[in-house]
């Protein structure tokens, strides 16, 4: 079964530190990929980030880092110099190559940018 | 730069009617989803639709529920006969390709609200 686990409800973060928001992913598959989605309050979903299972290096887009651990299965997103916009949810989403198309959610963490 | 559109944002029907949710997926984008978020809970597949068909679905997608391609630009789910459980944030995704490193594009939801 494929599960993606996010064990942090709620984290805090003081403006213009980093943060890390934990995933964890669960497959016997060797083909799949990890993508980081962004919801604010007003409930649209925000494509951040993608790694690929078979990806030697970890994925930057400006101040997102992904730090992919694939021996440990995990997968956390690290924001940099965090700015009062970034207090939203985060969910963690896995799609393995043979099980088709769905993406496999997280239970998101809330993230909330102390100004 | 294109986006998915849902309408309407907000949706409230007396539980046991028929509801029909819509969707313009990103234009030149051939596969299509909907996934739902109760809420304060993960966000759940519930289809995927290429070619004019399902291509797969998860055990939330009952006899219920159905989606259609109408023309070539809409995307709708209808629920049949709506229940209480029901109620929750509805998205709607699309995607260029799929089984690649393309992340899924959401629109910004429809709240379903079965009083």
């Known amino acids: 079964a494929q599960k993606i686990t996010q064990t942090q409800p709620g984290m805090f973060v003081q403006e213009k530190e980093a943060v890390t928001l934990d995933c964890t992913y669960d497959t016997s598959d060797p083909s799949y990929g990890l993508f980081w989605y962004k919801q604010p309050s007003s409930g649209e979903m925000i494509f951040l980030i993608y790694q690929g299972s078979y990806d030697q290096q970890n994925a930057t887009e400006g101040r997102y880092s992904l730090n992919f651990q694939k021996a440990r299965k995990s997968a956390n997103l690290v924001i940099s110099a965090s700015q009062l916009g970034d207090s939203a949810m985060y969910f963690c989403a896995m799609r393995v190559l043979n099980t088709g198309n769905q993406f496999y959610f997280g239970t998101g963490t809330s993230l909330t940018v102390i100004p | ?115």
């Not at chain 2, 509801?19 to 299509?32: E, T």
């Not at chain 2, 797969?56 to 989606?67: A, G, M, T, W």
């Not at chain 2, 109408?70 to 799929?98: H, V, W």
């Open chain 2, 1 to 115: 730069e294109p986006e998915v559109t849902q309408t309407p944002s907000h949706q409230v029907t007396q539980m046991g009617q028929e509801v029909i949710l819509r969707c313009v997926p990103i234009s030149n984008h051939l596969y299509f989803y909907w996934y739902r978020q109760i809420l304060g809970q993960k966000v759940e597949f519930l289809v995927s639709f290429y070619n004019n068909e399902i291509s797969e679905k998860s055990e939330i997608f009952d006899d219920q529920f159905s989606v259609e391609r109408p023309d070539g630009s809409n995307f709708t789910l209808k629920i049949r006969s709506t229940k209480l459980e029901d109620s929750a944030m509805y998205f709607c995704a699309s995607s260029e390709e799929q089984y690649s490193n393309q992340p899924q594009h959401f629109g910004d939801g429809t709240r379903l609200s079965i009083l």
